[in-house]
């Protein structure tokens, strides 16, 4: 229940989660279906739903299975699973009947849709989490005050506990600046839209991931009288581990092994399996860019160009397009291409969440290496005097493996983190007794 504090009117709540895509989107689900679930909001600066719609191409596939949806793993009999999603579109027989564990992305995307329509009692869109700041009084912190931008003003919540899932922020090449030339593959369909009727003669598109892949494909059969170039410092695009013996790596019980080892062995984890989701793309998706290179080749109309052992030097915005100047690596020999659109699908980074916990941040423990330290239940590691929990949905890499930001644990994650709020809840309410009173 939703209490109002006695000394300022402001709306309490047990938990307050800022950002509202599938992390906490899982963890209202679980809310929801668990009983005596704690009072929650969860603060979403996006006037809707969404989750990488930039990347939502048409015949973009998921690279998690599934089953790894909001609920199955944690709850597999769950009204909120993409089972019952596809059973409530009318499309289960069909779905069973495409033979694969791996739906469009864009039907993903739409069953996350449908998930987060049934949380609307839970969630305030268009609510930009501008910061947080403690209650004083008393010699324990045990509410904080979480300060949201609605675009007409500022409203103010206080909360007991705080889960951030603030996500990822687009991370572009040194010195380069987005612009009406410059893309983030984040914005790819939202800028090609800007581009109307016109007659784009050249893309070019760094990075060597999955995304750097899609974008290119993508522009190449979109724009068929357009050059496209391919620019990465590989030799070639590598093909994605998701073997088996390998996925592993992203088990629930995984998290357990990874937390628990040494800091030598988990650095020599995440290096081992860097290839399972970093800077890798799918094997189906490199055998069909070659095709297109290699008919192009014989056809003698190449489009599609490939320069690998190659790196972006820098990038200037024109008047009429993007001059882009790259380096051979093998050489250092440097090159100029003018382009009409340069897209950089150089990755993304975690958004540091010191930039919202304002003074909280004075409480928080941090490692040798200036991170944060986190429980195994993603809670911060913090001061006696700070009551109020602070939970970490991503950017927990260092400490809970590879699986920290991505949908493959999300559900197991929100079970763990509402069971460690609910037993630090109750706990805090048990009478202290006479003894230990006195």
């Known amino acids: 229940m939703v209490q109002t504090s006695p000394d300022g009117g402001i709306d309490e ?24 679930a704690p ?14 719609r930039g990347m939502l191409l ?40 495409h033979k694969t564990l791996f739906p469009l992305r864009i039907e993903f995307h739409d069953y996350l849709e449908w998930a987060a329509a049934q949380m609307g009692d839970r969630v305030r869109y268009g609510h930009e989490v501008i910061g947080v700041r403690q209650v004083t009084g008393g010699d324990r912190i045990d509410r ?45 369909l939202h800028r090609v839209s800007t581009l109307g009727t016109a007659r784009p003669r050249r893309f070019v598109v760094v990075g060597a991931g999955q995304s750097a892949a899609e974008a290119t494909a993508f522009l190449h059969e979109r724009y068929a009288d357009a050059e496209v170039w391919a620019v990465y410092s590989r030799f070639g695009y590598s093909p994605a581990d998701d073997s088996s013996f390998a996925n ?51 056809l003698g109309r190449p489009r599609l160009k490939m320069m690998n052992v ?81 939970y970490l949905q991503g950017g927990t890499e260092h400490s809970h493996g590879i699986s920290s930001s991505l949908l493959s644990n999300g559900a197991i994650r929100a079970a763990e983190i509402l069971s460690s709020v609910r037993d630090r809840s109750a706990a805090r309410a048990q009478p202290v007794s006479s003894a230990a009173a006195s």
Request: proline residues 3%.
């Open 13 to 36: 709540f047990d938990v307050v989660g800022v950002g509202f895509g599938p992390s906490n989107l899982a963890l209202a689900v679980a809310m929801t279906e668990g009983g005596d």
């Open 39 to 52: 009072s929650a909001v969860f603060l979403e600066r996006q006037n809707d739903f969404g989750w990488h």
């Open 58 to 97: 048409d015949d973009a596939t998921m690279q998690v299975s599934f089953l790894k949806d909001l609920v199955t793993l944690r709850n597999p009999t769950s009204r909120f699973s993409f089972l019952s999603y596809l059973h409530e579109q009318d499309r289960l027989v069909d779905f069973i009947n």
């Open 144 to 188: 904080v005050e979480v300060l949201a931008d609605t675009g007409s003003g500022t409203t103010t919540l206080r909360a007991k506990n705080l889960i951030l899932a603030t996500g990822l922020q687009p991370l572009l090449p040194a010195g380069v600046v987005a612009d009406d030339r410059i893309w983030h593959s984040r914005d790819l």
């Open 248 to 298: 592993r790596i992203f088990d629930p019980s995984a998290v357990d092994d990874f937390y628990d080892a040494p800091d030598r062995v988990k650095d020599q984890l995440l290096n081992y399996h860097a290839n399972t989701n970093y800077s890798v793309v799918d094997s189906d998706l490199i055998a069909e860019l070659y095709r297109r290179t290699y008919r192009e080749s014989v």
């Open 310 to 390: 190659t790196r972006l030097v820098n990038a200037v915005s024109q008047a009429d397009g993007v001059r882009i100047t790259v380096e051979t690596l093998t050489t250092g020999e440097q090159a100029v291409l003018d382009a009409d659109v340069l897209v950089c699908a150089t990755g993304y980074d975690p958004v540091e969440p010191a930039t919202l916990l304002g003074d909280l941040n004075g409480y928080c423990h941090r490692d040798a290496n200036g991170r944060l330290e986190v429980g195994r239940d993603y809670r911060v590691s913090t001061d006696d005097t700070l009551g109020v929990g602070i």
